[in-house]
C-alpha cells in the first residue's frame, strides 16, 4: 500500500512538472514572437540585398532589356511575399462566436446526432465545431487551426490559411529564383569581371537560397497534401488514429471533408466561386476565405458554406450532420472516441464505412 501511494505520489509530480514545462514554453514562443519576425524579415532582407548588389549585376546589365525584365519579376515576387507574409500576421484566424451554441436549431440538420457527439473545449466551456482547436499559446479556440506558428506570431487558422498558403507558394517560387541566377554566376558565364567581395555575395546568396527551398520544399508539399485532403495538420493525426482504429475492427473510415482534390483546392483559394479563381494566387489581393469556419462542405452533402448558404447559422452539426437519414445510416457506422492530439476533452465521431 505504502509503495502505490509512493508511485501515485511520483506520478502526480512528474505531471505537474511537465504541465509547468509546457505552460513555460508556452510563455517562451508567445513571448518570442516578435523575434521570430524580426528574425525572418532579416534574412528576407539580407537575400534580397544581395540579389540586387551582387546577383543580378553579375548576370546582366541593370539597363539592358534582359536586366529591366529580372528586375521587374523579383520585384512582383517580393511584393506578393511580404504582402501575404503581413496579412498572415495582421489577419485574426478567427474563432467561435461568443453565442455560439449547439443547443438551438438541431432540428434543421437530419442526423438525429445527440449533443453528446459534440466537441466540447473544457477551457473555453463551449462547444467546438469541426477542425476547431484550442491554442494553448493564444489561450483561446481557434476555428480550423492548423498551427501556432511563432514565424508569424499568430494562429494559422480558418481567417489567414489562405495567405499563408500563397506566402509559402511565392516564397519558394523566389528561393527557386534566386538559386537559379545566383549559379550563373558561380557555375556559367557571368556579364561582367566580379570581385571578390561580389563573388563571396553570391556564393552567400546561393547557399541561403538553396536552404531555404530545401526547408520550404517541405514545407509546402505537406501543406498542399493537406489542402488537397481537406485536412488541418492536428487533425491529420486525429484522422490517423481513427484510420487505424476502423482498419482494426475491420472497417474503412472516411473524411467527410474531403469532397475531392480540385473542389477542396478551391475551398481554400476561392471565396465567391469565380471561373478564374486560380488567376487571384498571381495577385497581391484581400481574401476572406469561403464560408464561416464552422460549417463546411460534406462528400455525403451540404447546405452551408460550400454552397454559400446558412452562413449566419450559429450553431453547429454533427460531423454526420450532412448525411440524408438512410443514405448515411446505410453507409456509416458511428462511433464515439475520446481525441486527445490537442489536449483537450474533445468528443468526435469517427466515421467508417
Request: some cysteine; charged content about 15%.
Amino acid at each position: 500500500m505504502a509503495l502505490r501511494t509512493l508511485i501515485r505520489h511520483l506520478h502526480y509530480m512528474w505531471a505537474s512538472f511537465i504541465l509547468k514545462v509546457h505552460v513555460i514554453l508556452d510563455s517562451v514562443v508567445k513571448t518570442a514572437g516578435p523575434l521570430y519576425i524580426l528574425l525572418a524579415l532579416s534574412l528576407l532582407s539580407c537575400i534580397i540585398y544581395l540579389y540586387y548588389t551582387a546577383v543580378l549585376p553579375a548576370v546582366h546589365q541593370l539597363n539592358s532589356v534582359e536586366g529591366i525584365t529580372h528586375l521587374i519579376l523579383s520585384i512582383w515576387l517580393i511584393y506578393n511575399v511580404f504582402f501575404n507574409y503581413y496579412w498572415c500576421i495582421q489577419t485574426d484566424p478567427g474563432s467561435p462566436p461568443l453565442d455560439f451554441d449547439v443547443g438551438a436549431g438541431m432540428s434543421q440538420y437530419e442526423s438525429g446526432a445527440p449533443i453528446s457527439q459534440m466537441r466540447w473545449c473544457k477551457r473555453c466551456r463551449k462547444p467546438k465545431p469541426p477542425m476547431t482547436h484550442h491554442c494553448h499559446i493564444c489561450k483561446r479556440c481557434i476555428l480550423k487551426m492548423d498551427h501556432h506558428c511563432p514565424w508569424m506570431h499568430n494562429c494559422i487558422g480558418f481567417y489567414n490559411y489562405r495567405y499563408f498558403l500563397v506566402f509559402l507558394l511565392y516564397l519558394w517560387t523566389g528561393c527557386i529564383y534566386t538559386v537559379y541566377m545566383a549559379s550563373i554566376p558561380l557555375f556559367g558565364t557571368a556579364s561582367q569581371e566580379q570581385t571578390t567581395d561580389k563573388v563571396n555575395g553570391v556564393l552567400f546568396t546561393f547557399v541561403l537560397s538553396l536552404a531555404v527551398f530545401g526547408s520550404l520544399s517541405c514545407l509546402l508539399g505537406w501543406h498542399i497534401y493537406l489542402v488537397l485532403t481537406s485536412q488541418t495538420t492536428i487533425d491529420f493525426y486525429s484522422n490517423r488514429q481513427r484510420r487505424k482504429e476502423a482498419r482494426r475492427s475491420g472497417q474503412v473510415w472516411v473524411n467527410e471533408f474531403d469532397v475531392g482534390k480540385i473542389q477542396n483546392l478551391r475551398n481554400v483559394l476561392d471565396s465567391k466561386g469565380d471561373r478564374l479563381w486560380w488567376l487571384k494566387i498571381w495577385l497581391p489581393l484581400r481574401i476572406l476565405p469561403r464560408g464561416d469556419g464552422i460549417h463546411f462542405p460534406s462528400r455525403y452533402g451540404s447546405s452551408d458554406t460550400g454552397a454559400g448558404g446558412n452562413q449566419s447559422s450559429r450553431h453547429i452539426s454533427a460531423p454526420n450532420s450532412y448525411s440524408s437519414g438512410a443514405a448515411s445510416s446505410s453507409r456509416e457506422a458511428v462511433s464515439i472516441e475520446r481525441v486527445l492530439a490537442d489536449g483537450e476533452d474533445n468528443w468526435r465521431p469517427a466515421n467508417m464505412v
